[in-house]
Every structure is written in structure tokens, then in C-alpha cells.
């Protein structure tokens, strides 16, 4: 991980706080967010993001958990496009969890969305669906951690849906959720990026 990615996944990152503002495409509907300095993709809807929303549909309304959320958009798509959606969010970045607070208040979808740090979340609660553009750049060890941390809280018959680099290691991580229980496919490929689907049995 270079010192560039290194406060992106950090509680408290050190660089000085400063916003900006995000307009982003999501699913045929715009949204105007704010985003920040310190946080990931900050003043811009990173292209990987860009490529989950263009290739997939929204989810089924029910219970959605956002990983890595960063200043929110992808928790945000689904509770602004999905009424019936209730979503938490997680971030270890602190920063990262405010915006995305700020964003959903903005957005008057806060009665169904909330961002929390790992730690603040219900150890029992559960998703029927789990949407990500995961830290690949945390390397392997820490992002295998993460999911199989993550990944057991989808409620039966629930699925995940994430997009991931092709040179970061999309197509490898595809075959090790397989080989974890949780069998992937690839839903799309486009801009060098895969959309991945896994399911638990």
C-alpha cells in the first residue's frame, strides 16, 4: 500500500479536512454528494464505482450493507433509488463515516441509512445484501480478513455484490470466495474492472 492510499484506511487520517462536491450517475438517477480530502476518491466517482452502477440493477429492498463506504455513494444509490431499502454502512475511516452521515441527511434518506464504524455495529444484525467496492490495496491477507468477517453476516439465500480491478486481482479473488463457500460470478467486465455476484448457500 503506498503512502498515498495509506489515510484512506486510516481512523483518523492526518491530512487537513477539506470538502468537495461529487455529482454522481447512479442507476439513471443523479446525486449530489460531498465528499472530502483524507477519504477515498475524494471530488470524483472513482471509475470502478462508476462501472457497478452502469452494469448491475439495484438491489431488492431489504437489509443492504455498504463495505468500505467511504463518503457513501454506493449505500446512498441504494437508499435513495430503493424506498424500501434500509442500509448501514461501514468505514474504518472516521472522516469517511461523517461525510456519508452528512450525505444521507442531505439526501433525506437518513431514517434508512446510517454509517458506523466497524465497532458500533450490531454484532447480530445481518444483510440480504452486501454491495462493495472492497480496499483491494490493503493487500490479500488483510482483505480476505475482511470479508470472511463480513461475508458470514449475509442472511441465507443473500449475495454480494462487488467490483474489483482485474489487475488488482479480480479474477483470483472470484475463485477464493468459491473455494470459502460462497460460489462468484462475474456479472459484468468492463473498463478493466469485474462486477462479482457470490451467493450463500
Known sequence: MSTD????FSADPTVAFTRKPVVAEVW????????????????RLDVGTAVLFR???????GRV??????YGVIGLAVAAVVPDAVVTAV????????LANE?????????????LT???????????EIWSNPPIRIGKEALHALLLTWFPRLAPGGRAVMVVGKNLGGDSL??????????????????GFRVLESRRA
Not at 492510499?5 to 484512506?8: F, P, S
Not at 472530502?36 to 475524494?42: I, L, P, R, T
Not at 450493507?65 to 467511504?70: A, I, Q, S, T, V
Not at 468505514?91 to 461523517?98: F, G, K, Q, S, T
Request: charged residues 30%; hydrophobic residues 30%.
Open 55 to 61: 452494469e448491475t440493477e439495484p438491489p431488492a429492498p
Open 118 to 128: 466497524p465497532d458500533a455495529v450490531d454484532p447480530d444484525e445481518t444483510y440480504d
Open 28 to 43: 439513471g438517477r443523479e446525486l449530489r454528494l460531498t465528499s472530502g480530502s483524507g477519504v477515498f476518491a475524494q471530488g
Open 103 to 115: 450525505n444521507a441527511a442531505a439526501l433525506e434518506v437518513a431514517d434508512r441509512y446510517r454509517a
Open 174 to 191: 472470484q475463485r477464493w470466495l468459491g473455494e470459502q463457500g460462497y460460489p462468484t460470478t462475474r456479472l459484468a467486465s468492463a473498463k
Open 5 to 8: 492510499d495509506e489515510h484512506y
Open 91 to 98: 468505514d474504518v475511516n472516521e472522516r469517511a463515516v461523517l
Open 65 to 70: 450493507l455498504d463495505l468500505g463506504c467511504g
